[in-house]
Structure formats: structure tokens, C-alpha cells
């Protein structure tokens, strides 16, 4: 498959296999972020692996999914996560700013997992204050965002929008998520 192949599949995935992703992946998927660019190269950002069971349970609880769909979207009892990846911004490094460093750190670690055939859901809507508790997360670090991660327990598809942006499941439970078209969003030359 080519990196644009690899590009035009990704869907964001919130039902997986209860199959473990080896720890050499979700290391390999760190550096490829550490390697992502970073704005004047200041490299805020840190990565917790969460791999062990006991604490992906613990975690799981304190995370919000599928805004449009939920309950309904939300991972079915033993269709949970089997690893997360938090990603942190070290507030001694930078404290502002960084967005554009973990969106492209995040992305990486995405299309690194995918190559593998390792899905992701990428959570900014996280209970922190109990995810620090747990990971014993040090306070000068902020917590951006959770990547889910899991080998795929669906097979979402992506389709042109029709009105709506809002994602939504069919009948038989496949996920539809609405994209804008090509050249509705592209602009040459002038606008």
C-alpha cells in the first residue's frame, strides 16, 4: 500500500480486537512522533505507553468517545482499547503553542500504528485530573490528549458530506463518517 493509501484508509476506529500490539510498535510509534516537526525545534511534548490491562482498564472509564453517536459508538464490553499512548507537554519546556507540535507528533503515531495494521482513535476529551491521578502524572505537565489504540473491530468508511458533518452508524452498525469534497475545500491560484 502506498503512504497516500495509507493516507485515504484511516478512519478513527473505537471498536477493536482483544489482540495485544507489541510494546517494539507503540515504541516505534513514539519515535516517529518524537521525530514529527516541531515549531523553533523547542520539543515539548512526552509520551506515556499504557499497555498494561489492569491500568487500560483503570484509564478507560475517564475517556469520552464519539460525541455525535454516543452511548451508541462508544467501545461494546470486550471491544476496549488494548493500549493507549497520552501525549504530555512538558509546561517547563512551553506552555503555550504547541498545538501544531501534537497534531503532527499524533499523526505520526497514527500512520506508524496503521502501517502495522494497528487502528487509533485520537481523544482530546479526557477526565485529566483522574488520568494524572492514575498515571502519576506530574503536574508541569499538561495532558493533551489519549490515543486509543487497538487492531480493528470495525471497518468504518468515509463518504462525501451531505449536510451534516456528524458521523452516524447504519442499520447494520457500520460507521459512515461525512468528509467535504475535494473541490469543495481546494483552491488554486486564487480563491
Known amino acids: 500500500m502506498s503512504f497516500f493509501d495509507l493516507i485515504v484508509s484511516r478512519r478513527t476506529v473505537r471498536q477493536f480486537e482483544q489482540k495485544p500490539i507489541e510494546e517494539s510498535l507503540l515504541r516505534k510509534m513514539v519515535n516517529a512522533a518524537r521525530l514529527a516537526p516541531s515549531a523553533a525545534n523547542i520539543q515539548p511534548l512526552e509520551f506515556l505507553i499504557v499497555n498494561k490491562e489492569q491500568v487500560c482498564q483503570r484509564i478507560f ?7 455525535y453517536i454516543a452511548p451508541k459508538g462508544n467501545p461494546k464490553p470486550g471491544k476496549e482499547p488494548k493500549a493507549y499512548i497520552v501525549t504530555l507537554v512538558n509546561k517547563k519546556i512551553k506552555d503555550s503553542g504547541y498545538q501544531w507540535d501534537v497534531g503532527a507528533a499524533v499523526e505520526n503515531m497514527i500512520l ?3 502501517e502495522k495494521g494497528v487502528a487509533s482513535c485520537w481523544l482530546l476529551s479526557v477526565e485529566r ?7 502519576k ?20 468508511v468515509a463518504e ?5 458533518i456528524k458521523y452516524w452508524k447504519d442499520k447494520n452498525g457500520r460507521l459512515h463518517v461525512p468528509k467535504r469534497k475535494l473541490e469543495d475545500i481546494m483552491h488554486i491560484n486564487k480563491f
Open 112 to 114: 506508524t500504528g496503521l
Open 160 to 164: 462525501d458530506t451531505k449536510g451534516s
Open 137 to 156: 502524572i506530574p503536574h508541569h505537565y499538561l495532558i493533551d490528549s489519549v490515543l486509543a489504540l487497538g487492531y480493528p473491530g470495525e471497518n468504518p
Open 129 to 135: 485530573e483522574d488520568v494524572r491521578k492514575i498515571l
Open 61 to 67: 472509564p475517564y475517556l469520552k468517545w464519539a460525541a
